[in-house]
């Protein structure tokens, strides 16, 4: 196959899964939706195919739906095998074929087949057509989607040729994203509208594969409900109450994978003698958080100094317990080395359990850690009653190196 081959199959793919969204979003009724089931998009009511849907991507300007296209033949074929396996009930089920082709004053075929309710379709123009056109036999390329239709009764073509319609002219890959940003508008603030497709369609995309795939015993069809909750749950995130969780795919690094300058923090763990398992608990929350951090950074989803004011409100409460912990130190009589690292890992443990929000609703507790442990690292909050002492050469190191 060739590169330029492969490059259009792989378009045509992603165009129908992402054609498929569009089409959900859309529908008004409550279907359930399938990827390359019976057809390259099947729409279902209780298990029921109620509109097969075959996707065509063309990047030419003027591709047209010949009367011979083999687009239209090769799907007519696909629909003939469905009938005759008794996969669908053409009577009660719709069969469309979604084209980025366009349909000339020469093409009466897809013309003929045009959704109800257009002036140009005419089932029994079309049935004859397409039965003159089968009989010819004339393109070798598409002979055995001659054959499958021929080979239907008579009744049966009519039947399936009833059923039939074509969408010509339909958006493209690229326009169909646009169709699909539209229908965001209604739910989506402006300036997020390009990060809630993204995460909605990085969503979709994972959901048709493990279709696809069948990961699981028990993968169902995609529900319109299932869709417009995980919709929701986007576009709720960018409320002004919220900031957005990324889905962060990564391995926690071990303390070895991390640079220099992000062991700080671990160092902070190791005087109060934190158990290894709990360290890596750190490290991901850490890691996590800083990445939310910058990519709220980088996405412009932050208000004026808003980090800068969180992490003082971090430092104050911080602040707060680690002098009450002093207080405490203070009336110790005998301040044993493990006396300190009793009383640090005890405020640690009591900042971890804490509830401090950057927003109201952005819950998510690997926020407050995970920066709890940036401020660490930076020497501005630590746990062990000397931390600043202990562990002073290791900024000054990094100082060091970074003049």
């Known amino acids: 196959m060739s590169t330029h081959s492969a490059s259009s199959q792989m378009l045509g793919y992603l165009y129908q899964v992402r054609y498929a969204l569009f089409l959900i979003l859309e529908q008004e009724l409550d279907y359930s939706i399938s990827i390359e089931s019976l057809d390259d998009i099947t729409f279902e009511e209780h298990g029921t195919p109620k509109e097969l849907i075959q996707t065509k991507h063309h990047t030419t300007k003027n591709a047209s739906v010949a009367d011979t296209s083999s687009d ?3 799907t007519i074929r696909v629909w003939c095998d469905a009938l005759k396996k008794g996969k ?6 719709v069969l469309t074929l979604v084209t980025t082709s366009k349909a000339t004053s020469e093409n009466i075929i897809a ?3 045009y959704p109800e309710g257009t002036d140009k379709r005419d089932v029994d123009k079309a049935l004859a ?4 056109t089968a009989n010819s036999n004339s393109n070798q390329s598409n002979k055995k989607a001659y054959e499958e239709f021929l080979l239907l009764t008579k009744e049966e073509r009519r039947q399936l040729v009833k059923a039939i319609r074509i969408l010509d002219g339909s958006p493209n890959i690229i326009d169909t994203r646009e169709k699909i940003k539209k229908i965001l508008k209604t739910s989506t603030r402006k300036e997020f509208l390009e990060e809630v497709l993204d995460r909605l369609e990085g969503w979709w995309f994972e959901k048709t594969i493990q279709f696809l795939m069948k990961r699981r015993p028990s993968v169902l069809p995609i529900t319109q409900e299932e869709v417009l909750n995980k919709l929701n749950d986007i576009t709720e995130q960018y409320h002004k109450n919220n900031l957005p969780i990324y889905e962060i795919d990564f391995d926690i690094p071990s303390e070895n994978d991390l640079s220099k300058d992000k062991k700080v923090f671990i160092e902070q763990l190791k005087l109060i003698m934190l158990r290894p398992k709990r360290v890596q608990q750190a490290i991901s929350d850490y890691i996590r958080a800083y990445e939310q951090r910058s990519r709220w950074i980088r996405n412009d ?4 100094d808003e980090l800068i004011k ?6 104050d409460e911080w602040e707060r317990k680690f002098e009450a912990m002093l207080e405490q130190l203070d009336f110790e009589e005998n301040k044993t080395e493990n006396t300190l690292v009793n009383y640090g890992r005890g405020l640690y443990n009591t900042i971890q359990d804490m509830e401090i929000n950057i927003r109201e609703k952005c819950t998510e507790p690997f926020i407050m850690r995970g ?3 940036i401020l660490a690292n930076e020497m501005k909050v630590g746990w062990h009653a000397e931390f600043k002492d202990r562990l002073r050469h290791l900024l000054n190191e990094l100082l060091e190196e970074v003049t």
């Open 371 to 373: 920066s709890y442990h």
């Open 310 to 315: 969180y992490e003082k409100i971090l430092i």
């Open 88 to 93: 669908i009930n053409p009577d009660e089920t």
């Open 72 to 74: 239209l033949w090769r």
């Open 111 to 113: 013309q003929a087949l």
């Open 129 to 132: 057509l397409l039965e003159e």
């Open 301 to 304: 989803l932050l208000f004026d």
